[in-house]
């Protein structure tokens, strides 16, 4: 099992933030830019070793004065309530950002949990769908927006259904986090050099191109809005009316609907077109390096989970036509 914060449960209640948490959470949304997502769980991780200091050693922690054995302690608290790697590594990745933070600001000379030893996070592959699967769910508005007009009930927002349409296309175009989408302005469309510029994780930028069906997919929209999105306005907005942009709740519940429509598993998330943006260019004779960099990872670790994805592919093929397998 997991937090209840990392899904749609409320989170249980925080004990109140000392001043260095504050200072911390105020740095990752403002100095750091971090997606409300991190904000959210960072702010859950350091929540709960607060609460379990309080119950354990019956004070707030004093963050200067913890031990290396204080944070052994935790993990061993993490361990006996059942909770994923996943999720124990994300704790103490928040708990190690924050003593860095401190670090840089003469707070602390050193952080207690350098070298601490986690469990072996569990290897994962990621999800994705198949280019056939994926041509299902993009065309998935479009169906749906001309079922909704046959039943003549009333009018379907044309605008709604294009506007999907063209998120899902520019997700699976592009390669995006839901958020950096869901971020896009109208000055980030380079119409002419077909490439967008993407704001990623820490404020990161990136220039990404994009595919001709998504920017027809985008003018499509565009054009039964009252007027074109400005360039400081949202490329996608909540509503046709609206100078908000589009939330990435709102993205992943319209999905929902597309993905019953083309009749794929509705618990699939935006992130899997992210996924298969990924594993299709590596199928395709993609390199690596150049994936990484569309994709805006930091790291080329974090690429190369990717091409064990292909890999066990190639593996289940050859075991399935190979005479000598």
């Known amino acids: ?19 260095w948490t504050t200072e911390f959470l105020t740095h990752l949304a403002t100095d750091r830019g971090a997606s409300a997502y991190t904000h959210r769980n960072y702010s859950e991780a350091l929540a709960e070793f607060r609460r379990w200091h309080e119950a354990e050693r019956k004070s707030q922690p004093a963050w200067a004065e913890l031990q290396r054995d204080d944070f052994r302690a935790f993990l061993r608290h993490l361990s006996r309530r059942e909770l994923s790697r996943a999720t124990i590594h994300l704790t103490f990745s928040a708990l190690r950002t924050f003593y860095k933070f401190l670090i840089q600001r003469g707070h602390l000379a050193r952080s207690p949990i350098r070298n601490l030893a986690l469990p072996k996070p569990e290897r994962r592959l990621p999800k994705f769908v198949t280019v056939t699967q994926a041509d299902a769910l993009l065309t998935a508005p479009q169906r749906e927006f001309k079922r909704e007009r046959e039943l003549g ?18 997700i699976y175009s592009c390669g995006l986090r839901v958020s950096e989408v869901c971020g896009l302005r109208g000055e980030d469309l380079d119409e002419s050099g077909r490439v967008i510029r993407v704001r990623g994780k820490g404020k990161r930028e990136r220039l990404v191109p994009i595919g001709e069906p998504a920017l027809r997919a985008i003018h499509a929209y565009w054009a039964v809005l009252p007027h074109r999105p400005a360039r400081e306005e949202p490329v996608f907005l909540s509503a046709p009316d609206s100078i908000e942009p589009i939330r990435p709740t709102q993205v992943q519940l319209r999905l929902k609907r597309y993905l019953l429509a ?25 390199d690596l390096r150049s994936v990484q960099e569309l994709l805006g990872h930091r790291n080329l670790s974090t690429t190369q989970i990717y091409t064990h994805v292909t890999t066990e592919r190639l593996k289940r093929a050859y075991d399935s036509a190979h005479p000598r397998a």
């Open 153 to 170: 009930e009333k009018p379907p927002d044309e605008a709604g259904f294009l506007r999907d349409a063209a998120i899902l296309e520019t």
């Open 1 to 19: 099992m997991g937090y209840g914060w990392l899904v749609n449960e409320p989170p249980p209640a925080q004990p109140p933030a000392d001043g």
């Open 262 to 286: 083309a009749g794929l598993d509705t618990s699939l998330t935006p992130h899997k077109l992210r996924h298969s943006f990924a594993t299709h260019l590596l199928d395709n004779g993609a």
